[in-house]
């Protein structure tokens, strides 16, 4: 069964503060792996896919990485305004494109 | 450019009640369509999911429904609902191997 898990479940950093998110999975043949940021009431938003292992993506202060069992959001300086849940989805072949998702990782970047 | 637009944003309802969410895709043609739901624990799981017109795949048995009237318009229904429905509604299409979110409708049955 595809399944995915994210650790930590909460994660409290002081603005500069570097810090990671790990997102382990299992999948019957990974076509993609995804990484949103959700904040509070909204829907979430995309922020990168990376497709094989050793693949890494950046995003300002964000930069994503992927191995053969996990994945891992590294925030570099992280800012206030950074605070979100991270949600982080694996999407397997030929399975119409679904999402399977972790439970996030709820950030909070304190000034 | 594509833009997905869901409603409403927030409902209360009566349990017993019918639910309509209504979500529509601007920009696009054919597009895949989903409907996730989020509960108080933050995952999403996916409900149903829409290659075409008239296609519906469900995921998950349950009280809902869901319908796919026109190309790029994805309706989730429900005859009575349960307390058990409460939760926060999310519609998605997807653009290459991308999916992407509308706002989402928050749903309370009371």
């Known amino acids: 069964e595809d399944q995915v898990t994210q650790s930590p479940e909460a994660l409290r950093l002081q603005e500069g503060e570097s810090s990671s998110l790990n997102c382990s999975y299992t999948?019957?043949?990974?076509?993609?792996l995804f990484w949103y940021r959700q904040d509070p009431g909204k829907g979430p938003e995309f922020l990168f896919t990376?497709?094989?292992a050793g693949e890494e993506k950046e995003k300002e202060r964000l930069k994503a990485t992927l191995t053969k069992k996990e994945s891992f959001l590294h925030i570099t300086a992280p800012k206030p305004e950074d605070s979100a849940t991270y949600l982080c989805a694996v999407q397997a072949h030929n399975q119409g494109g679904k999402l399977i998702f972790g439970q996030g990782t709820e950030l909070s970047v304190k000034p | 450019s594509q833009t997905i637009h869901q409603w409403p944003a927030t409902l209360v309802q009566p349990v017993g009640s019918p639910l309509s969410l209504e979500c529509t895709v601007e920009?696009?043609?054919?597009?895949?369509l989903y409907w996730y739901r989020q509960a108080a624990g933050r995952g999403l799981q996916l409900l149903f999911y829409s290659v075409g017109i008239g296609q519906i795949s469900s995921e998950v048995p349950q009280n809902l429904s869901a319908s796919r009237p026109q190309d790029r318009q994805f309706i989730l229904s429900s005859k009575k609902l349960l307390l058990s429905d409460s939760g926060f509604y999310l519609c998605?299409?997807?653009?290459?191997?991308?999916?992407?979110f509308g706002e989402g409708s928050w749903l309370t049955v009371v």
């Open positions: 920009g696009t043609s054919n597009p895949n």
């Open positions: 999948v019957s043949g990974l076509r993609g």
């Open positions: 990376l497709y094989s």
């Open positions: 998605a299409w997807k653009r290459l191997d991308t999916i992407y």
